[in-house]
């Protein structure tokens, strides 16, 4: 078995081609995908934010690694289904207002439909008043907001109030999530709860949901 360092130089330069044959080559040589998201995909995202963070790197280059970290989860996304063919239940998901950051958001959805849930993304940027609409219309399970900005933290608490303005709070369950939210945080806006990563964010979803 080679070691994920070709992937992670591959996601560092942007180099789609290089990372997806990589990723390929990994999960033909025996990798968990699990590991080669978490130790190969997502160490590499940390250390493009940390290039970016002393200007070694800039938005462009930035925008390129993210990129070809989402083609190689779209090599990896079928090994994550379980082929459950009854709905665990519907969810909502989204990335809250005046924030583009997706992956992290993507990845949650993406194992949230592997593990049985039937996903209803907004995308990025949406408003509280998005997040109300679509709940309306669909009536979900749970409500959930990534946010990957210290500054945009905020909607979360926006569109609680919103859900709750709207009568909707005490029909569905919130759950957020990104890098900059804390469980402190999910507790101060008086959402159900908080998940580090994706795979956490499919157990607390079972849990909160009572399928666990
Ligand atoms: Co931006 N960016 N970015 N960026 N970017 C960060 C987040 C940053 C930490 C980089 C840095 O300075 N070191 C910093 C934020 C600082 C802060 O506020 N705390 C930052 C900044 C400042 C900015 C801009 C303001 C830069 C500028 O314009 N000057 C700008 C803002 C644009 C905007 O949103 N309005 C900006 C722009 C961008 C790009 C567009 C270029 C690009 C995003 C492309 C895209 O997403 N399609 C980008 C990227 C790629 C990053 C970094 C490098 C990588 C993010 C990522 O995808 N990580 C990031 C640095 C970093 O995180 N190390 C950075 C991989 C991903 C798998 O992890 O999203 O954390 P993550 O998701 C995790 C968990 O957080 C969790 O599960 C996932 C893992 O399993 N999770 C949830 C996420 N959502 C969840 C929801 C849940 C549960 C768990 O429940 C609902």
Known sequence: MTDLKALIEAVNKGDITAATTETQHAVETGYNPQDILDKGLITAMDE?????????????????????????????EPLFQEGSVTSKGKIIIGTVKGDLHDIGKNLVSMMMEGAGFTMFDLGVNASPERFVQKAQEIEPDIVAMSALLSTTMPSMRQTVEALKQASIRRKVKVMIGGAPVTEKYAREIEADCYAPDAGSAVIKAKEILGIA
Not at 48 to 76: D, H, W, Y
Request: hydrophobic share 40%; net charge positive; aromatic share 6%.
């Open 48 to 76: 493009v934010g940390e290039n970016f963070s002393k200007g070694k790197i800039f938005i462009p280059q930035m925008l390129r690694s993210a990129k070809t970290m989402q083609e190689c989860m779209k090599v990896l």
